[in-house]
């Protein structure tokens, strides 16, 4: 079974960084897409950053410039390096993955249990 375990979440104060962390186990064959996403009290879940196999990136207009997705590929995690933090970054994080499992010939989505990030005014 392929699993998502994200960390790195935490209480920061406004204008602090935080590095989120996401490790992709179980039986892998290839890891396509791989994005954060959150979802705040009483809001839905929206897209935070994406980054492709090709390390090609898009970022949600609310964080441009203060956050960055990165991965590596070796250790089949993924990161959201998130500066100047704000109130508004206040969520549950999570991760999410598109990967092909050697025991399912299907891709799927697999999501993380999700990391809290609560920022401080």
């Known amino acids: 079974q392929v699993r998502l375990v994200e960390s790195g979440g935490g209480l920061v104060q406004a204008g602090g960084s935080l590095r989120l962390s996401c490790a992709a186990s179980?039986?892998?064959?290839?890891?396509?897409?791989m994005g954060w996403y959150r979802q705040a009290p009483g809001k839905q879940r929206e897209l935070v950053a994406t980054?492709?196999?090709?390390?090609?990136?898009r970022y949600a207009e609310s964080v441009k410039g203060r956050f960055t997705i990165s991965r590596d590929n070796a250790k089949n995690t993924v990161y959201l390096h998130m500066n100047s933090l704000k109130p508004e970054d206040t969520a549950v994080y999570y991760c999410?993955?598109?990967?092909?499992?050697?025991?399912?010939?299907?891709?799927?989505?697999?999501w993380g249990q999700g990391t809290q990030v609560t920022v401080s005014s």
């Open positions: 999410n993955a598109e990967i092909s499992d050697t025991e399912v010939p299907v891709l799927r989505d697999y």
């Open positions: 179980g039986n892998i064959f290839t890891i396509y897409d």
């Open positions: 980054i492709t196999s090709g390390v090609s990136t």
